[in-house]
């Protein structure tokens, strides 16, 4: 079984920076495509980034691109995700997300586990 934890989420001013992490237990962390997603109150759980199982390969919600980096490190099974330039309406729950043996995705149907979400607020 695959668990995923988030951390580094918190409050900050906008044009802040936040870096999220996901911690992945279980064998085989380099199999997995890894996503982020966020949802904010009222609103459908939308993506955010998706890395290849070997971080060579990207994409990014157009809302993000420029701002956000998503990163991996396979020898401490984690993803990252970097947000610099933080706006208010970046206000939402994160969430990584999972999928074995896949291309990236950024379909949120496509991702098999996920983790239990960590609250991001920016706001002065």
């Known amino acids: 079984q695959v668990q995923l934890v988030e951390s580094g989420g918190g409050l900050v001013q906008p044009g802040g920076s936040l870096r999220l992490s996901c911690a992945v237990s279980?064998?085989?962390?380099?199999?997995?495509?890894m996503g982020w997603f966020r949802q904010a109150p009222g609103k459908v759980r939308e993506f955010v980034a998706t890395i290849s199982r070997n971080g060579g390969n990207t994409d990014y919600a157009d809302s993000v691109k420029g701002r956000f980096t998503i990163s991996r490190d396979n020898a401490k099974n984690t993803v990252y995700l970097q947000m610099n330039s933080l706006k208010p309406e970046d206000t939402a729950e994160y969430y990584c997300a999972a999928r074995f043996l896949s291309a990236i995705i950024t379909d949120r149907g496509e991702y098999t586990y996920w983790g239990q979400g960590t609250q991001v607020t920016v706001s002065s």
């Open positions: 279980g064998r085989s962390f380099s199999l997995y495509t």
